[in-house]
C-alpha cells in the first residue's frame, strides 16, 4: 500500500525527505486519537511539518502565505498537543527541542528508544499455549499488515474450519503489538490497549485436555465487562444498560486499541455485536476470529502445508519428551490433514501412552457425549478419510453428528454436515444413495439461510453434482448458475473468489464431457487449471490434467494423452490421493486397451476396481468392470 502521506500538497520548497526521517503517519493518527483533533487534513499537519523541517516562523508563515500572528497561536497550540501525546511537562516543548522530543518518544524513524521510555499498556491477552508460532508467515505479515495505522482497515476478520489455528495467529499478532507498544518499537503495530474476548465454550489445553469455559463473553453485555475488566474502569459497569454501549466508545476512542473477539459465531446476539464493533471509532482496529465467513477484509487460513506441519510435529514431540521417527511424522501429518489441533492432540494423545489412533479418540468423545469435539475433529478431518479412504463407517459418523446438531438446533453445523454427506452418497452412485442425497438436500436448501454464503454455494455444487450424476444435464446447469450467484453475492476476495468459483467451472466442463463436446470440455479444463495454479490447489490441478487425458483418448490423440496421464498418476502416486488414484488406473487401462498392452489394460483395471471399491464408488466400480469384461 503506498504511504498515505505521498498525497499531502507539502509547499514545493519544502524539504520532502522529512518524510523519510519520520513516522509522520503514526505520529499524526496518535495526536488525532489522543486529542480527538482532526490533523491530517488541516493547517496543524503544516505547521508541524515546517516545525520538523527545522524552519523558523517567517519561513513557515511565508511557505504557507499566512501572518506571523496567525502561525505563531497555531505553534503554541501543537507544543501543547505534543505534551498531552508524549506525557512531557507542561509548557516545556517549544521549537527548539521539538524533534528531540519526538525523537525520544520513537517517532523518528530507526532511532533507538530508552528504556526508561518503556511502558505497560494494559491487556488482558491469554498467555500461549506453545513455545514458538510455527508457520504462518504469510498470513502473520497480512494480519500486521493490516493493524497498522496507515491501513484504512477497521475491522479484519480471520476464519476457517475449528482446530486450524486462527486463535493462535492473532494471538501471536496481538503479543507482538503488545511487546512493540510497551518498548515503543516499530517492529510491530502499536497500541494503547490490546482487549482479547472469546465466546469460545472449551479449548485444548497443554495438559492435553478438553477444557469447558465458564467464563467466555457469549453476548455484547459480556463484552463490555470485559473491557472494563481489562482497562480497569468501573464507570463501563455502572453506567445503565443502555448508555453501556455510549460509554465504552466514549473511553475507547481515547485510545489507539486492539479489540480482538474470538470465535465470532458462538455469540449469542452476533448481529448486535457486529453493529456495536462497525460503530466504533476509526482509532481502533478490531479482529474477528469465525468459522464462517464474514465480508470485512477476511484472511482464510488453511492447513498448514507439510514444511510448517511436520515442524510442528518435531516441536510438539520434543516439548511432550516421546520420539516419533520421520515415517510416522509424515503418516501424523497425512492423517490429521495438517491441521495444528489435530497434531497437537495427537501428540498429546502419543504422549500418554495412547496409540497413535484417531477413531479412538472420536469414539471416547462420542461415549461422553462431546458432541462438540466429534463435531470438530470431523470438520477437520472428513475431507483428508474421503480422499485418502480412511475408515469405512463415515457415512455413520456423519449421520450421527448430523441427529446431534438437529436435536441442538445447531443448523449452520447442521447444514455443513449434510454437505459433507451429500458428497459421500453422491460419488457412491447407487440408486439407494442418490434417493437419499436428493432428499437430505432438498430438505437442508429450505434451511440454507443458517449458513455463510460460501456454505450455500457448496450446497447448490452438491446439489449440481448430484443431477450430473442422475443425468439431468439441465438442472445442473441451473444449480452452476446458483453456485455463480451465491460466489459473486459473497464479494470474497479475489483468492477465495477464484477458490469457490473453480468449481462452477469443473462441472460445466465436466457436463460438456458427458455431452461429448469434447473441444469446448477440453478449453474449459484448461480455464480450470489456469484458475488452479492461481491459487496452488494442487488436487484440482491433477484431477483437471485426468480429464484433459481423458479427451485426448476421445480425440485419438496418444502421445498428449500418455503424457498427461504420466504426469498426472505421478503426481497421484506421491500424494497417496486413492481416489485419484483410482480414476488414474481407469484411464491408464482405456489408453492401454486402445494403444498398449492388454494385459497391462486388465492389471490396470483390477487396481481402479479395488481402489473404486475402497472408496465405496460403488457405480465406478460396476462400470470398470464392464470395461474389463468387453472385447
Same mark, same amino acid.
Given at each position: 500500500?503506498?504511504?498515505? /502521506? !505521498?498525497?499531502?500538497?507539502?509547499?514545493? /520548497?519544502?524539504?520532502?525527505?522529512?518524510?523519510?526521517d519520520?513516522?509522520?503517519?503514526?505520529? *499524526?493518527?496518535?495526536?488525532?486519537?489522543?486529542?480527538?483533533k482532526r #490533523?491530517? +487534513?488541516?493547517?496543524?499537519?503544516?505547521?508541524l511539518?515546517?516545525l *520538523?523541517?527545522?524552519?523558523?516562523?517567517?519561513k513557515?508563515?511565508?511557505?504557507?502565505?499566512?501572518?506571523?500572528?496567525?502561525?505563531?497561536?497555531?505553534?503554541?497550540?501543537? #507544543?501543547?498537543?505534543?505534551?498531552?501525546l $508524549?506525557?512531557?511537562?507542561?509548557?516545556?516543548?517549544?521549537?527548539?527541542?521539538?524533534? #528531540?522530543?519526538?525523537?525520544?518518544?520513537?517517532?523518528?524513524?530507526?532511532?533507538?528508544?530508552?528504556?526508561?521510555?518503556?511502558?505497560?499498556?494494559p491487556?488482558?491477552l491469554?498467555?500461549?499455549?506453545?513455545?514458538?508460532?510455527?508457520?504462518?508467515?504469510?498470513?502473520?505479515?497480512?494480519?500486521?499488515?493490516?493493524l497498522?495505522?496507515?491501513?484504512?482497515?477497521h475491522?479484519?476478520?480471520?476464519?476457517?474450519?475449528?482446530?486450524?489455528?486462527?486463535?493462535?495467529?492473532?494471538?501471536?499478532?496481538?503479543?507482538?503489538?503488545?511487546?512493540? &507498544?510497551? !518498548?515503543?518499537?516499530?517492529?510491530?503495530?502499536?497500541?494503547?490497549?490490546?482487549?482479547?474476548?472469546?465466546?469460545? +465454550?472449551?479449548?485444548?489445553?497443554?495438559?492435553?485436555?478438553?477444557?469447558?469455559?465458564?467464563?467466555?463473553?457469549?453476548?455484547?453485555?459480556?463484552?463490555?465487562?470485559?473491557?472494563a475488566?481489562?482497562?480497569?474502569?468501573?464507570?463501563i459497569l +455502572?453506567?445503565?444498560?443502555?448508555?453501556?454501549?455510549?460509554?465504552?466508545?466514549?473511553?475507547?476512542?481515547?485510545?489507539?486499541?486492539?479489540?480482538?473477539?474470538?470465535?465470532?459465531?458462538?455469540?449469542?446476539?452476533?448481529?448486535?455485536?457486529i453493529?456495536?464493533?462497525?460503530?466504533?471509532?476509526?482509532?481502533?482496529?478490531?479482529?474477528?476470529t469465525?468459522?464462517?465467513?464474514?465480508?470485512?477484509?477476511?484472511?482464510? *487460513?488453511?492447513?498448514?502445508?507439510?514444511?510448517?506441519?511436520?515442524?510442528?510435529?518435531r516441536?510438539?514431540?520434543?516439548?511432550?519428551?516421546i520420539?516419533?521417527?520421520?515415517?510416522?511424522?509424515?503418516? *501424523?501429518?497425512?492423517? $490429521?490433514?495438517?491441521?495444528?489441533?489435530?497434531?497437537?492432540? &495427537?501428540?498429546?494423545?502419543?504422549?500418554?501412552?495412547?496409540?497413535?489412533?484417531?477413531?479412538?479418540?472420536?469414539?471416547?468423545?462420542?461415549?461422553?457425549?462431546? #458432541?462438540?469435539?466429534?463435531?470438530?475433529?470431523?470438520?477437520?478431518?472428513?475431507?483428508?478419510?474421503?480422499?485418502?479412504?480412511?475408515?469405512?463407517?463415515?457415512?455413520?459418523?456423519?449421520?450421527w453428528?448430523?441427529?446431534?446438531?438437529?436435536?441442538?438446533?445447531?443448523?449452520?453445523?447442521?447444514?455443513?454436515?449434510?454437505?459433507r454427506?451429500?458428497?459421500?452418497?453422491?460419488?457412491?452412485?447407487?440408486?439407494?444413495?442418490?434417493?437419499e442425497?436428493?432428499?437430505?438436500?432438498?430438505?437442508?436448501?429450505?434451511?440454507?439461510?443458517?449458513?455463510?454464503?460460501?456454505?450455500?454455494?457448496?450446497?447448490?455444487?452438491?446439489?449440481?453434482r448430484?443431477?450430473?450424476?442422475?443425468k439431468?444435464?439441465?438442472? %445442473?446447469?441451473?444449480?452452476?448458475?446458483?453456485?455463480?450467484?451465491?460466489?459473486?453475492?459473497?464479494?470474497?476476495?479475489?483468492?477465495?473468489?477464484?477458490?469457490?468459483?473453480?468449481?462452477?467451472?469443473?462441472?460445466?466442463?465436466?457436463?460438456?464431457?458427458? !455431452?461429448?463436446?469434447y473441444?469446448?470440455?477440453k478449453?474449459?479444463? +484448461?480455464?480450470? @487449471?489456469? /484458475?488452479? !495454479?492461481k491459487?496452488?490447489?494442487?488436487?484440482?490441478?491433477?484431477?483437471?490434467?485426468?480429464?484433459?487425458?481423458?479427451?485426448?483418448?476421445?480425440?485419438?490423440?496418444?502421445n498428449?494423452?500418455e503424457?498427461?496421464?504420466?504426469?498426472?498418476?505421478?503426481? %497421484?502416486?506421491?500424494?497417496?490421493?486413492?481416489?485419484?488414484?483410482?480414476?488414474?488406473?481407469?484411464?491408464?487401462?482405456?489408453?492401454?486397451?486402445?494403444?498398449?498392452?492388454?494385459?497391462?489394460?486388465?492389471?490396470?483395471?483390477?487396481?481402479?476396481?479395488?481402489?473404486?471399491?475402497?472408496?465405496?464408488?460403488?457405480?465406478?466400480?460396476?462400470? @470398470?468392470?464392464?470395461?474389463?469384461? &468387453?472385447?
Amino acid at each position: 500500500m503506498p504511504n498515505q /502521506s !505521498e498525497g499531502w500538497n507539502l509547499p514545493k /520548497s519544502w524539504n520532502r525527505r522529512i518524510l523519510q526521517d519520520w513516522e509522520i503517519d503514526r505520529l *499524526l493518527t496518535n495526536l488525532e486519537v489522543t486529542l480527538q483533533k482532526r #490533523y491530517r +487534513q488541516s493547517t496543524r499537519k503544516d505547521l508541524l511539518l515546517g516545525l *520538523l523541517c527545522g524552519y523558523s516562523l517567517k519561513k513557515i508563515g511565508q511557505d504557507l502565505h499566512k501572518e506571523n500572528g496567525v502561525v505563531r497561536a497555531g505553534l503554541t497550540n501543537i #507544543y501543547r498537543d505534543i505534551e498531552a501525546l $508524549t506525557g512531557e511537562a507542561n509548557k516545556s516543548v517549544k521549537s527548539s527541542n521539538l524533534a #528531540y522530543v519526538l525523537e525520544k518518544h520513537g517517532y523518528r524513524r530507526g532511532s533507538v528508544v530508552s528504556a526508561i521510555q518503556r511502558r505497560d499498556i494494559p491487556h488482558n491477552l491469554p498467555a500461549p499455549t506453545y513455545t514458538q508460532f510455527i508457520g504462518r508467515e504469510a498470513d502473520m505479515k497480512k494480519l500486521l499488515e493490516r493493524l497498522s495505522s496507515v491501513h484504512g482497515a477497521h475491522m479484519i476478520t480471520v476464519h476457517g474450519i475449528g482446530g486450524v489455528g486462527k486463535t493462535a495467529l492473532v494471538l501471536a499478532a496481538a503479543y507482538l503489538c503488545l511487546k512493540a &507498544s510497551n !518498548e515503543n518499537s516499530s517492529e510491530a503495530p502499536k497500541f494503547d490497549a490490546i482487549i482479547f474476548t472469546s465466546a469460545k +465454550q472449551q479449548e485444548l489445553i497443554p495438559t492435553n485436555s478438553i477444557l469447558w469455559r465458564q467464563q467466555g463473553q457469549r453476548n455484547l453485555r459480556d463484552i463490555f465487562r470485559e473491557i472494563a475488566n481489562a482497562l480497569n474502569d468501573p464507570t463501563i459497569l +455502572q453506567s445503565p444498560p443502555n448508555d453501556q454501549f455510549d460509554r465504552v466508545r466514549q473511553i475507547l476512542s481515547k485510545r489507539r486499541t486492539l479489540l480482538i473477539v474470538d470465535n465470532m459465531e458462538t455469540i449469542e446476539d452476533r448481529d448486535e455485536v457486529i453493529e456495536f464493533l462497525y460503530n466504533l471509532p476509526i482509532c481502533i482496529k478490531v479482529i474477528i476470529t469465525s468459522r464462517e465467513q464474514i465480508a470485512l477484509l477476511p484472511i482464510r *487460513l488453511r492447513n498448514l502445508p507439510p514444511d510448517d506441519g511436520l515442524q510442528l510435529i518435531r516441536q510438539q514431540a520434543e516439548e511432550k519428551g516421546i520420539s516419533i521417527n520421520d515415517e510416522d511424522s509424515k503418516q *501424523l501429518y497425512d492423517r $490429521t490433514g495438517g491441521i495444528p489441533l489435530a497434531i497437537v492432540y &495427537s501428540i498429546g494423545q502419543l504422549s500418554s501412552g495412547y496409540s497413535l489412533n484417531l477413531r479412538a479418540v472420536l469414539y471416547w468423545c462420542k461415549d461422553q457425549d462431546r #458432541y462438540e469435539a466429534v463435531r470438530d475433529l470431523w470438520m477437520l478431518l472428513i475431507h483428508y478419510a474421503n480422499v485418502y479412504a480412511y475408515w469405512d463407517d463415515r457415512l455413520d459418523w456423519l449421520q450421527w453428528l448430523i441427529e446431534q446438531s438437529e436435536r441442538r438446533g445447531e443448523w449452520s453445523s447442521f447444514v455443513k454436515i449434510i454437505v459433507r454427506k451429500s458428497w459421500l452418497l453422491i460419488r457412491e452412485c447407487s440408486s439407494v444413495s442418490l434417493k437419499e442425497a436428493d432428499k437430505i438436500l432438498r430438505r437442508t436448501w429450505i434451511l440454507r439461510d443458517h449458513a455463510d454464503l460460501c456454505v450455500q454455494a457448496d450446497l447448490a455444487e452438491s446439489m449440481a453434482r448430484l443431477q450430473i450424476r442422475q443425468k439431468d444435464y439441465q438442472d %445442473a446447469r441451473h444449480w452452476l448458475t446458483v453456485e455463480e450467484k451465491l460466489v459473486i453475492e459473497a464479494n470474497l476476495e479475489e483468492r477465495q473468489h477464484i477458490r469457490y468459483f473453480i468449481p462452477v467451472l469443473y462441472h460445466r466442463a465436466e457436463i460438456l464431457y458427458l !455431452e461429448g463436446e469434447y473441444s469446448l470440455a477440453k478449453k474449459l479444463f +484448461q480455464d480450470v @487449471m489456469q /484458475s488452479a !495454479e492461481k491459487i496452488s490447489w494442487h488436487r484440482v490441478i491433477n484431477s483437471a490434467r485426468n480429464w484433459l487425458a481423458d479427451i485426448a483418448i476421445e480425440q485419438g490423440d496418444r502421445n498428449e494423452a500418455e503424457k498427461l496421464l504420466i504426469q498426472g498418476f505421478t503426481v %497421484a502416486e506421491m500424494t497417496h490421493n486413492k481416489r485419484r488414484l483410482a480414476r488414474y488406473q481407469r484411464s491408464l487401462a482405456r489408453w492401454e486397451k486402445k494403444w498398449g498392452s492388454a494385459e497391462k489394460a486388465y492389471q490396470l483395471s483390477i487396481k481402479a476396481i479395488d481402489g473404486f471399491k475402497l472408496l465405496g464408488m460403488t457405480r465406478d466400480a460396476q462400470e @470398470m468392470q464392464i470395461f474389463l469384461d &468387453s472385447p
